[in-house]
């Protein structure tokens, strides 16, 4: 199955439809016209996380879309909205990295007041 994210006028995720693979390279016209949904749709890979292919194949648009993501065009990327205003998008990943490292052991929580990750 092939799948396809659809994004509103602000590049936000509203939807991921799964399509039949032989539909796959018309999928835009196919979800818009044949299936009567409208909207501009972009292609999405459900085997893509973090920018890696997790079956070794090739990675496509950083990550699978989901609904309320965004779609980066010049980063031809999805990726989540920013947890915090001081986290940093990885360019490689397109995962959004606090300011510093989690710490390994235990359980944290970022403290976006302090810039700093505390125990739970």
């Known amino acids: 199955m092939a799948h396809f994210a659809e994004i509103d006028e602000n590049n936000l995720v509203i939807r991921v439809l799964r399509i039949a693979d032989e539909q ?3 999928g835009q016209e196919h979800l818009a016209e044949d299936l009567k ?4 749709w972009l292609q ?8 890696v292919h997790i079956n070794g194949g090739t990675p496509f648009r ?3 879309a989901g609904i309320g993501w965004i ?3 010049s980063r031809d990327a999805f990726y989540e909205p920013s947890p915090y205003p001081s986290w940093i998008l990885d360019e490689e990943s397109c995962y959004w990295q606090a300011p510093k490292p989690e710490p390994s052991e235990g359980w944290w929580t970022w403290d976006e007041e302090q810039q700093e990750w505390v125990e739970r």
Not at 44 to 51: A, F, I, L, W
């Open 24 to 26: 796959e390279e018309r």
């Open 71 to 73: 779609w980066d065009e």
């Open 44 to 51: 999405t890979s459900y085997n893509t996380r973090g920018g």
């Open 62 to 64: 950083k990550n699978m």
């Open 37 to 40: 949904q409208g909207g501009t």
